[in-house]
């Protein structure tokens, strides 16, 4: 009898701890969703959804994955025809009315994976089946105080996210995307990641991701651009651009991020008479020397000193917004 409820116990730790085992790890599924960017061969359709300013834009992409690289088919009526190339660190935008092809170059954040995971806990919420697909659903949500919570649909065989949902501070949710059908043995050729020949090929005359040195920016504006004394925890430099807009002064655009947040700060100069360019959102009244709107992007600051406009943006609570700008002398 003793043999036997020993059998019985031994039999039982073993199936506990295979259970145990096959539980994934929600931090390396994060991980390996990351990696499965750069690897992961594929065509397929995309549906995406976003909110802005209370309005849904709906698109359907057709998307070709190979070595590290994407092509974005857009068939919804408003982008139809457009073409999107992701090569990494170019961005290829192909249009087919003029047949021109221009050209960006793009900054990539490193270490992005583990920016994510020291701000963010990766929780397994539950597993789900998607295109006939066994996926792990890892919910991230923010270590500490407030911020916007991520939802992935993790393939388990590729690593591949194929659904993704992400909700504001404030638990809306305001984007998804999901991949509709899936052609796993797809072989796109190389000619899809390339300018087609016979197409006139331009470099955008504002490369928006280029990051200059702060220097050479205040140079290029006029004035010395400056640096916040504080930023909330766990957000680090992404790095300073020009942003030029229509009948709009041209801009610093200096950019913190936390792996899935952001904080972008504006600065630029405000000549008398002017106004500020551009409408920020939906205008709450003023907050001391600020102004103080509500967008689609989330809570933004505005305050001018000594000739010179800040505005500062961020999916954060207002009180945190301030102490920003407020550091910004």
């Known amino acids: 009898m003793l043999n036997r409820w020993m059998t019985i116990a031994i039999l039982f730790a073993a199936a506990m701890g295979m259970a145990f085992a096959q539980k994934p790890d929600p931090a390396q599924r994060v991980r390996a969703a990351y990696q499965a960017e750069s ?17 849904e834009i709906s698109s359907e992409v057709v998307v070709y994955r190979k070595a590290g690289m994407t092509r974005y088919e857009y ?79 993790i393939d388990r065989a590729t690593g591949l996210v194929l659904r993704t949902e992400q909700y504001n501070s404030s638990g809306k ?18 000619s899809l990641f390339t300018v087609p020949d016979g197409w006139k090929q331009v470099v955008a005359p504002v490369q928006t991701e280029r990051h200059w040195e702060k220097e050479d920016l205040s140079r290029r504006l006029g004035f010395t651009v400056r640096e916040p004394g504080y930023v909330p925890p766990g957000f680090v430099l992404d790095g300073f651009h020009l942003v030029i807009r229509p009948n709009a002064q041209p801009s610093a655009h200096i950019r913190y991020v936390d792996g899935l947040n952001s904080i972008s700060i504006f600065e630029h100069r405000c000549p008398a008479g002017r106004g500020r360019g551009f409408q920020w959102g939906r205008r709450m009244g003023r907050r001391g020397n600020c102004e103080f ?37």
């Not at 690897?39 to 309005?55: C, F, I, K, P």
């Not at 090569?87 to 087919?96: F, S």
């Not at 991949?179 to 797809?186: E, F, G, I, T």
């Not at 967008?295 to 000193?305: A, I, Q």
């Open 39 to 55: 690897r992961v061969t594929l065509s397929g359709v995309m549906r995406t959804t976003s909110t802005v300013q209370a309005t």
């Open 75 to 153: 068939r919804s009526p408003e982008l139809r025809g457009l073409v999107l190339i992701d090569k990494g660190d170019t961005l290829i935008r192909l249009d087919p009315t003029t047949r021109t092809a221009t050209v960006e170059t793009v900054h990539r954040s490193p270490a992005t994976v583990d920016l994510v995971l020291k701000n963010y806990r990766a929780e397994l919420s539950e597993q789900e089946q998607l295109l006939g697909r066994q996926t792990d659903v890892i919910t991230l949500k923010p270590r500490r105080g407030s911020g916007p919570t991520r939802k992935l649909w």
């Open 173 to 190: 949710l305001v984007s998804r995307s999901f991949y509709s059908s899936v052609d796993w043995k797809a072989s796109p050729p190389d």
């Open 293 to 329: 709107f509500i967008s689609s992007e989330g809570n933004v600051l505005v305050k001018e000193v000594g000739g010179i406009r800040f505005i500062v943006v961020g999916d954060l609570p207002e009180s945190e917004l301030q102490k920003v700008i407020d550091s910004l002398r």
